[in-house]
């Protein structure tokens, strides 16, 4: 891959980084749903601005990691420095750069989503001209309305046969205020109106505005680490100039680091001199990790510093925790160093040891929310080979004892014993995209949720935005698969935190022979302490084999118990069969069982399949073959 | 120590082997039509060439072993033995159906074997049958053969039971073939039964026991039903059409045939079996289960010999082909290692009412087995003996015990 443009294409010439007046820069975004096609028209963008050749595209050229790839959607966002010459219209003729910055597209990255927002002054709002704009969508156009960046409508994939471009172009108008007219149409895929695109970025986004001789100030909107550089910070510079000499320091912590290479990505690295206002680049100062050039926080020049950083810096505040062990104890090192690798590219994820009476050695992770934790385990699972049994997620509560001594539970089996006065949960405000056929069955999934209702609105004829609030505790278990179900797919879910609520809360544990199970301890709102026991409950004596002994379950709020389930002993347990002289196969069949009982956890006297853990806390029915009952052995 | 799949039979232990007696099994594989439950390695023909086929590729079978044991001048078995093969104290024909074949094969079969290797003078020579195929003629016959033992496969006597298994005998033959038995001079006769098939009461089971004890047998085998997922009931219980065996219930059952064989005056002598007496047992199946050697012939069959474990290519016209050409018709073999001898000591023994010498225990199942004891699964008085013996409830969790006994 060539790292330069080729000179023949448009836009050559003007682009030097460090040399680009503002007025000549265009910094923007493209806020869209998960396969809504923002890589696809990306890709065309690369293309058509030529950093990129047909030849060597790569489909969906900005995505590299595999997960992502495979799932469809960007964690970590980019920035590519495309130069443009303007084909049509006033300015047609003109040399210009735009810097596409990549946006993350999920719920859990709001904070990077608002980062990268305000790295830039335009958003184009890509909505797939077959389905219609998304609640995350939606959540993120706001955010780009509050950072008061011009939005550009665009529907995307018109040359689908099952494309409503009028219909879904009233609905954009709609929520940003324009007319239906002024939505461009675009297919990714072939690239029709994709020129067009650009030229209207070019002429409706505003140019970067800073102060050039002011100290240096550069916002990271991103931070990656990479396993042969270090980490790569990408920045985009609002007041003054920063070059590849200077040694830079960060603001929120005060720390300095020696430049070792700063430029742009066109789309590969390439080393520049320098980046001023209104510039997007990189840096690689040799630092190993994330943290230490967060997301948000301010970069600026140790020899002439700013006196105050940019507004907006908060640090990734864990809302999901969850213990993760492994399925063999002696992965704990494993676990440990695979946590350690992860962390380096993550700062969001947080971690320490923990340990289990029923799941052994492992760790508390706190994440972002669901998505976060999805992917971190599977990483762990794909990239480290780990097998591994997550606990049930949960959210952090702050208890406060009636003596006035305040907890923060991250662990439900770490809730205080004794009297509390208050107990608060986090909450958050979330947003419902549906047609309204699904209404109702929404209000009810979301009132059973603890949720109160906001507002609606008709987006269209058809489609409603519902707005709630709700305890995050109550939508981090099956909530998003339950709206789902419910709208056969069709609704979508976008969320934010909202601060905390004072509430109702129990403790339930799950007793299994008399002993309290870690890893099965819940935290619940007190209407619902009884079903939730009765269920888990039922659940485990279908999951847990028949024991010598009977194996009372319970379920129990301090010492009551609220539900109670008994496996009974089992009785028969021998092959009575002829297996005549093929005593290699009774051998087998003994060591196979063998073997199956060494997967088993200990909980006391009590054998205890890895699968309960993971299928107790799961919402699928558990069908009574698990139970042990069959004379199939 | 599986040994790869072909058909070289690994000679060198098998100097050290018969040192406590020598089977022999014989495997016929055909039926008249499969049952439902069954996964056994058996056909149904109705070609009687094909009957043919395979005695004659049987006796070219016996003929390789003999060759392989007795070595020509020199090494194997013979140069142990003033070139005598070893003296075969039980034959056993299993199957399959062994009476498919006519009483007439059955006896040139087994006169082969004797001619081969010498069957000793008390030979425990059993066939099973399956009732609807032996006559009061075909009896005799067997019998003036010499065989000495016969075993029937009853399975029940309720018909809505026999129907769900596929067998085809009208009940009541069953217990009718056991009286055509003792007529014809079977020293020997026993039955199979099969409980805790979906559908059986605990009347059934016992009108089974009972029709089965008041026929004259000396010995008695019940198994639970065991449902393999590749046979045609598994797939009716997959499909929901039938329930799935309950262990409770086969658990109730095997405590009902305890006690019903016992009032009979039959004592069980492994986890399945009974006998009237000592001399009823099945010698045979004894020897597999106190590890002694055997060789098994035709398709499918299992043997064992000094440590070595190998079986027979499955199907029919393989094993025809494989002799055929002149060799041994092994599928696989493997030479067990000191921990597979000790599992299987261990597996074996402690199914036994005699139990397993508490010597043989590892250090560590020496603890286990104390706590076994304390659990009341195996019998303190045998414990304190040196011997390791199941009590009534340990017999039903006698897998349990084992996987505790092992390493």
Redesign the interface.
């Known amino acids: 891959m060539s790292p330069t443009p080729d000179p023949g294409a448009p836009g050559a010439g003007v682009s030097l980084p460090g040399h680009t007046p503002p007025a000549l820069l265009r910094n923007f975004c493209i806020i869209a749903h998960i396969d809504h096609g923002k890589s696809t028209l990306a890709d065309r963008m690369l293309q058509l601005t030529g950093v990129v050749d047909a030849r060597k595209m790569r489909d969906q050229y900005l995505d590299r990691m595999d997960i992502e790839r495979e799932r469809g959607i960007t964690i970590k966002s980019q920035a590519v420095r495309m130069p443009w010459r303007v084909r049509a219209g006033d300015r047609a003729g003109e040399d210009v750069v735009l810097n596409m910055i990549d946006t993350p597209g999920h719920v859990d990255f709001t904070y990077e989503v608002s980062r990268s927002l305000a790295a830039c002054e335009g958003a184009v709002l890509l909505v797939d001209a077959a389905q219609g704009i998304e609640a995350q969508t939606l959540a993120n156009l706001y955010l780009a309305l509050e950072n008061d960046l011009t939005v550009i409508p665009v529907l995307n994939k018109i040359d689908l046969p099952a494309a409503q471009p009028e219909k879904y172009a009233e609905e954009v108008a709609h929520l940003i205020g324009c007319e239906p007219a002024d939505c461009l149409r675009v297919s990714g895929k072939t690239g029709e109106g994709v020129a067009h695109l650009l030229d209207e970025i070019v002429r409706q986004v505003t140019p970067p505005v800073g102060e050039p001789e002011s100290p240096a100030r550069a916002m990271i909107f991103d931070s990656v680490y990479d396993v042969y550089r270090g980490v790569v910070t990408y920045v985009r510079v609002i007041d003054g100039q920063i070059g590849a000499r200077d040694r830079i320091k960060m603001m929120s912590t005060g720390a300095v680091h020696e430049l070792l290479e700063l430029g742009v990505i066109s789309p590969e690295m390439v080393k520049s001199g320098g980046i001023g206002v209104g510039e997007v680049g990189y840096l690689i100062t040799g630092v190993k990790d994330v943290r230490q050039s967060r997301v948000g926080d301010t970069v600026t020049i140790a020899a002439r510093p700013a006196t105050s950083p940019l507004g907006g810096y908060s640090d990734p505040k864990p809302m999901v925790y969850s213990g993760l062990y492994p399925i063999d104890g002696s992965d704990y090192p494993a676990l440990r160093d695979a946590l350690d690798r992860l962390k380096l590219n993550d700062a969001a994820l947080s971690y320490e040891p923990e340990t289990s009476a029923a799941l052994g050695f492992g760790f508390r992770c706190g994440f972002l929310g669901l998505l976060h934790l999805e992917i971190i385990r599977e990483r762990l699972e794909r990239e480290f080979d780990l097998d591994l049994i997550s606990t049930a997620p949960n959210v952090v509560y702050r208890v406060i004892m009636e003596d006035g001594e305040e907890h923060q539970v991250t662990n439900p089996s770490e809730y205080p014993a004794g009297k509390s006065a208050q107990v608060f949960e986090p909450i958050v405000r979330a947003t419902v995209l549906t047609p309204n056929d699904y209404v109702g069955a929404i209000m009810e999934l979301c009132q059973g949720r603890r949720g109160q209702l906001r507002g609606l609105d008709y987006l269209s004829a058809d489609r409603v935005e519902l707005r709630y609030t709700l305890p995050l505790g109550e939508i981090i278990y099956d909530f998003f698969d339950q709206l789902k179900s419910k709208t056969k797919g069709y609704a979508s879910l976008d969320y934010e935190p909202s601060g905390e609520q004072e509430a109702d809360l129990v403790k339930v544990d799950i007793l299994l022979h008399g002993e309290a199970v870690d890893a099965f301890s819940s935290i619940v709102h007190k209407d619902k302490a009884y079903n939730y026991g009765v269920t888990i409950a039922a659940k485990l004596r279908k999951l847990i084999p028949?024991q010598?002994f009977e194996v009372p379950i319970q379920a129990a709020i301090g010492s009551r118990v609220i539900a109670r389930e008994t496996i009974?002993a089992?009785?028969?347990?021998?092959?009575?069969?002829?297996y005549?002289?093929?005593?290699?196969r009774?051998?087998k069949l003994?060591?196979k069982?063998?073997e199956g009982?060494r997967r088993m956890k200990m909980v006391g006297r009590v054998e205890v399949p890895q699968e309960a853990f993971i299928a107790a806390l799961s919402t699928a029915e558990v069908s009574d073959?698990g139970s042990?009952?069959?004379?199939?052995? | 120590m599986r040994g790869a799949q072909g058909s070289a039979l690994p000679t060198a232990p098998l100097a050290s082997a018969g040192t406590g007696g020598f089977g022999v099994y014989v495997h016929v594989p055909f039926c008249a039509s499969r049952c439902g439950y069954c996964d056994f390695n058996t056909y149904t023909v109705g070609d009687p060439d094909e009957r043919e086929a395979y005695v004659t590729a049987l006796y070219a079978d016996l003929e390789l072993a003999r060759r392989t044991l007795c070595g020509h001048g020199g090494g194997g078995w013979g140069s142990h033995r003033g070139g005598g093969p070893p003296q075969v104290t039980t034959v056993f024909f299993g199957g399959g159906t062994p009476t498919m074949l006519a009483a007439e094969d059955l006896a040139r079969i087994l006169e082969r074997i004797d001619a081969l290797w010498p069957l000793a003078g008390d030979a425990e020579v059993t066939t099973e049958a399956n009732p609807e195929t032996v006559t009061p003629a075909s009896l005799a016959a067997l019998r003036s053969a010499g065989f000495t033992r016969i075993s029937f496969g009853m399975q029940s006597t309720a018909p809505h039971v026999l129907a769900l298994l596929d067998r085809r005998h009208a009940p009541g033959r069953a217990e009718a073939a056991v009286g055509e038995a003792i007529e014809a001079g079977f020293e020997h006769v026993s039955v199979d039964l099969i409980y805790g098939t979906p559908g059986e009461s605990a009347g059934d089971f016992a009108a089974s026991l009972a029709a089965a004890l008041a026929s004259g047998i000396d010995h008695l085998s019940a198994y639970s039903l065991i449902v393999e997922e590749s046979t045609r009931l598994g797939a009716r219980m997959r499909r929901g059409e039938v329930p799935y065996p309950d262990d409770d219930v086969a658990a109730d059952r095997y405590l009902l045939a305890e006690q019903m064989l016992t009032d009979a005056g039959f004592q069980w002598y492994e986890v399945s079996n009974w006998a009237r007496d000592a001399g009823g047992r099945c010698h045979h199946n004894l020897t597999y289960w106190s590890g002694g050697d055997w060789w098994g012939f035709g398709p499918g069959a299992h043997s064992h010999v000094a440590g070595v474990r190998w079986w027979n290519v499955k199907h029919p016209a393989a094993y025809r082909a494989a002799l055929a050409a002149g060799a041994a018709p092994v599928e696989g073999s493997e030479v067990l290692t000191a921990d597979d001898r000790h599992i299987e000591a261990v597996l074996l023994g402690v199914r036994l009412a005699e139990g397993l010498p508490a010597s043989v225990l590892r250090p560590g199942a020496v603890r286990e087995a104390q706590a076994a004891v304390a659990e009341g699964l195996l019998e303190a008085a045998a414990w304190r003996a040196g011997r390791v013996v199941l009590t009534l409830r340990g017999r039903l969790l006698a897998d349990a015990v084992v996987r505790r006994l092992i390493p």
């Open positions: 028949r010598q009974r089992m009785r028969k347990d021998v092959l009575a069969k002829c005549g002289g093929d005593i290699t009774k051998r003994l060591e069982q063998k009982k073959q042990g009952r069959r004379g199939g052995r």
